[in-house]
């Protein structure tokens, strides 16, 4: 049978390293993909830079509202074990601002509205977080661990309380701002022309599909738990014996 190429065709055919139709769509996704990862990595660039900003002095500086936080109580703050307190109290306290000074807000009780104080509590820490406070043994002591159901989720969580909260009181000052931000035009164009781009071309999926290995979802870290059932794997008799039996006896 004759040879459907030549002899010195088939060596230029073999040498060339000609693509097959796959290699070639290989190639054209694998050169976007690399298109993308590089537009996710100018994005966290730019998102970088805005949490870096720069501020100027106010001249004169302006009030803005109130700012409210504890400090230690009168007799507390007198007594030896002042300094004590004052380190604990810097690892657990919590400002809240507001516009009204009486930090009173409105609230629908029974179908009126009725001014009701808004709450302020010290600052409770996860397990992780009390660990990386390094707490001294004594001031170990005074917290306790609780379950609590998290802002997020549906699990209740432990966490670390103070057990000995009555030792601070709240304290209004008004809140002075004394340094204004500078807003770059052009780092936001920037980010507004990308993200632009991102969205009318739908590239978001694609380059979160490339990039997953660096999210993290709030289940990986709270798996749900099992709901084990009490009467898998046991006869009649021995559910009677556990649930009838036990309690007459």
Known sequence: ????????????????????????RRAVITA????????????????????????????????????????LRDDVARGKQASFFENILL?????????RKDFKKKKRVRGKKVWVDKGQFLRTLS????QKL?????????????????RYGNKEVPVMVFKEPWRFVLRVRPHILTHQRIVDPVL?????????????????????WLTQSRHNSWKRWNPAGKNKDPYKNKNLLQIMQ????????
């Not at 002899?7 to 055919?13: A, C, K, P």
């Not at 590089?38 to 870096?52: F, G, V």
């Not at 690892?91 to 516009?99: A, M, Q, V």
């Open 1 to 24: 049978m004759d040879k459907l190429f030549s002899d010195e065709l088939q060596y230029y055919i073999a040498s060339a390293r000609l693509k097959t139709a796959r290699q070639k």
């Open 32 to 71: 976007r993909d690399k298109e993308l990862l590089r537009l996710d990595k100018y994005q966290r660039e730019l998102w970088r830079r805005t949490r870096e900003p720069l501020y100027v002095p106010l001249k004169p500086p302006v009030q803005k509202g109130y700012v409210r936080f504890f400090v």
């Open 91 to 99: 690892k657990i306290n919590t400002k809240e601002y507001f516009h």
């Open 127 to 130: 397990l992780s977080e009390f």
């Open 134 to 150: 390094r707490f001294t043994h004594e001031e170990a002591a005074l917290f306790e661990e609780r379950m609590e159901m998290p």
């Open 188 to 208: 936001e164009s920037q980010i507004q022309e990308l993200n632009n781009y991102i969205t009318s071309r739908r590239l978001e999926p694609r380059m979160h």
């Open 242 to 249: 556990e649930e009838y039996y036990d309690i007459i006896d």
